[in-house]
């Protein structure tokens, strides 16, 4: 199996910056792709952003672009998300995941970890 453990979250004033980390143990062999979303109060989970573990290849939602990044280091089974730029309405839990088939939906998630941006 595969854990997922976020951190990194925490309070931050609109403007600021925060990086989230995600450590990856286990069986992470079999992870083909890796992806952070997140939930705010009300309203529906988002993917974020998302890296394929080898290769690197990016995708990112509208609403991040050109603030957020995704990383990954494979050495470490690590995967970051860089926070520039935040805003009030980024405020969510947000969470790590892993999908183990090529296609299809993320099968694992790690505990999530709360990001608020005051305004």
């Known amino acids: 199996q595969v854990q997922l453990v976020e951190s990194g979250g925490g309070l931050v004033q609109a403007g600021g910056s925060l990086r989230l980390s995600c450590a990856a143990s286990?069986?992470?062999?079999?992870?083909?792709?890796m992806g952070w979303f997140r939930q705010a109060p009300g309203k529906e989970r988002e993917r974020v952003a998302a890296?394929?573990?080898?290769?690197?290849?990016?995708a990112y939602a509208d609403s991040v672009k050109g603030r957020f990044t995704i990383a990954r280091d494979n050495a470490n089974n690590m995967v970051y998300l860089q926070m520039n730029s935040l805003k009030p309405e980024d405020t969510a839990v947000y969470y790590c995941?892993?999908?183990?088939?090529?296609?299809?939906?993320?099968?694992?998630w790690g505990q999530g970890t709360q990001v608020t941006v005051s305004s």
């Open positions: 995941a892993a999908r183990r088939n090529i296609v299809g939906s993320y099968d694992l």
């Open positions: 286990g069986r992470t062999g079999s992870i083909v792709r």
């Open positions: 890296i394929a573990w080898s290769g690197g290849l990016t």
